[in-house]
């Protein structure tokens, strides 16, 4: 059964700590994404991955980090130096299509971790 | 900064009404994907528009691209209750490589 996995789907951490989000995903995409969903924000672009061993940072990357030792993974990390961390985040994949441009693609999201910092 | 915007934010309608959102783009898009999230779910691709002026059809939903192509639409027929979610467009980034999201229109419908 292929898609798009996160754990947990509910995370607790006090504040001052770092956390760490997992995503995997066995449809053997290129590409990663993380965004973070807030109440009335639409979707905002964290940081993303075209190729293992590289990644960019999106609109709001300041307070969060990420690796991609993988292609099956993207674990994102929510540092102490985010302001405000509690929301919900989403991980996305998708696949290199012919045009080479990856956002020609559709985008497959996991079911996404709320995030609450105590 | 690029930008997509959506309007409505909110939208309520009774069972059987039809239900437009509008998405404006600050530039010129390469195409535009729109999305569904279900209340407490992840978004779902609906479907992409790539041609200038494009018109693509899913049973009651019916997805416009601008003629300028920095404008997009859906427009859903005869609304049900399984229709309620948010809808959000997303635009290609100037490079190329990422998605911009727009803020959603949230649809809910009474019976």
């Known amino acids: 059964d292929g898609g798009i996995t996160q754990s947990p789907k509910y995370l607790f951490r006090k504040e001052g700590q770092n956390v760490t989000l997992s995503c995997e995903q066995n449809?053997?995409?290129?590409?990663m994404y993380w965004y973070r969903q807030d109440p009335g924000q639409g979707l905002r672009l964290i940081y993303y991955s075209q190729i293992v061993n590289d990644f960019q940072k999106g609109d709001i990357a300041e307070g969060y980090s990420v690796s991609r030792e993988k292609k099956e993974s993207f674990p994102l990390t929510v540092t102490s130096a985010q302001k405000n961390p509690t929301a919900f985040y989403l991980c996305a994949s998708s696949p290199t299509g012919t045009s080479g441009l990856l956002s020609y693609n559709e985008q497959f999201f996991g079911p996404g971790t709320r995030l609450t910092v105590l | 900064g690029q930008q997509v915007m959506q309007i409505p934010q909110y939208q309520h309608v009774q069972e059987g009404e039809d239900f437009t959102t509008y998405c404006n783009s600050s530039t010129t898009l390469s195409n535009i994907q729109w999305y569904k999230q279900r209340p407490g779910g992840h978004p779902v691709f609906l479907i992409q528009?790539?041609?200038?002026?494009e018109v693509k059809k899913q049973k009651r939903l019916t997805f416009q691209f601008g003629e300028a192509k920095k404008n997009s639409s859906l427009h859903i027929t005869a609304t049900q209750t399984t229709d309620v979610g948010t809808y959000f467009c997303?635009?290609?980034?100037?490079?190329?490589?990422?998605?911009?999201f727009g803020k959603g229109t949230t649809l809910s419908v009474s019976s």
């Open positions: 997303a635009g290609t980034n100037q490079a190329g490589t990422a998605l911009i």
């Open positions: 528009l790539v041609k200038s002026g």
């Open positions: 449809l053997n995409h290129d590409a």
